[in-house]
């Protein structure tokens, strides 16, 4: 009878350990789930960052983009635009275009079309055809805002484009970014990038420009 209680015994104990050893691994594979699951959702977050930074550099990038611009014009200018007397460039020279408004600009060898003497500004404005804001666009001369008078206007006006360089453009109202009376440029050139011929193009100011050496 003893030695019955003795096997008993000893069975009881093997199965405590065994139990205890199964519980153990489970416990482990457990910890070894949720651990793999924390660095499977900390991979997810740190892409989703990524992504999101992605997207907006890629906003920031459309907000400067010039691909609706017209290159090419009619050659007709606002009403009241005066021709310089004396430009730097006169008018059926050569000069480099140093300036990268739009891809294939940059170190073109433009024709100088027409040069006059007025203030140009940098102008921030949101498209009417309700597409991104753009900021900082390169050029927009006096004669070309709407009721415009004699008096430049001082950086943080707010006013109305009348002038059509990109879609969206005309009616739109603007807040003036900077300002500078200079000698502004219509030329004609050849991109550098595609071979297309630009005619008329407006505008380039004079420090945008250099000497065909």
């Given at each position: 009878?003893q030695?019955?209680?003795?096997?008993?015994?000893?069975?009881?104990?093997?199965?405590?350990?065994?139990l205890?050893?199964?519980?153990?691994?489970?416990?482990?594979?457990?910890?070894?789930?949720?651990?793999?699951?924390?660095?499977?959702?900390?991979?997810?977050?740190?892409?989703?960052?990524?992504?999101?930074?992605?997207?907006?550099?890629?906003?920031?990038?459309?907000?400067?983009?010039?691909?609706?611009m017209n290159?090419?014009?009619?050659?007709?200018?606002?009403?009241?635009?005066q021709?310089?007397?004396?430009?730097?460039?006169?008018?059926?020279?050569?000069?480099?275009i140093e300036?990268?408004?739009?891809?294939?600009?940059?170190?073109?060898?433009a024709?100088?079309?027409?040069?006059y003497?007025?203030?140009?500004?940098?102008?921030s404005?949101?498209p009417?055809t309700s597409?991104?804001?753009?900021?900082?666009?390169?050029?927009?001369?006096?004669?070309?805002?709407?009721g415009a008078?004699?008096?430049p206007?001082?950086?943080g006006t707010?006013?109305t484009?009348?002038?059509?360089?990109?879609?969206?453009m005309?009616?739109?109202?603007?807040?003036?970014?900077?300002?500078?009376?200079?000698?502004v440029?219509?030329?004609?050139?050849?991109?550098?990038d595609?071979?297309?011929e630009?005619?008329?193009h407006?505008w380039?100011?004079?420090?945008?420009?250099?000497?065909?050496e």
């Amino acid at each position: 009878m003893q030695s019955r209680k003795i096997v008993i015994g000893i069975i009881t104990i093997f199965t405590v350990l065994i139990l205890s050893a199964c519980t153990g691994a489970n416990e482990e594979e457990n910890t070894e789930t949720e651990s793999g699951t924390e660095e499977n959702m900390d991979m997810k977050s740190n892409n989703n960052e990524m992504d999101m930074e992605e997207s907006d550099t890629n906003e920031d990038m459309e907000g400067m983009d010039h691909s609706g611009m017209n290159h090419s014009s009619t050659g007709e200018v606002p009403e009241g635009l005066q021709k310089s007397d004396n430009p730097t460039y006169e008018v059926g020279s050569q000069a480099i275009i140093e300036s990268d408004h739009m891809p294939g600009m940059k170190g073109a060898e433009a024709t100088i079309v027409g040069a006059y003497d007025t203030t140009v500004y940098t102008v921030s404005y949101t498209p009417t055809t309700s597409g991104e804001p753009v900021e900082n666009h390169k050029w927009v001369i006096h004669e070309e805002i709407e009721g415009a008078g004699e008096e430049p206007f001082e950086p943080g006006t707010e006013v109305t484009l009348n002038t059509d360089h990109m879609e969206g453009m005309n009616g739109a109202d603007a807040v003036i970014d900077s300002a500078e009376e200079t000698t502004v440029y219509m030329v004609d050139f050849v991109t550098t990038d595609t071979g297309d011929e630009v005619k008329n193009h407006k505008w380039v100011t004079e420090s945008e420009l250099s000497s065909v050496e």
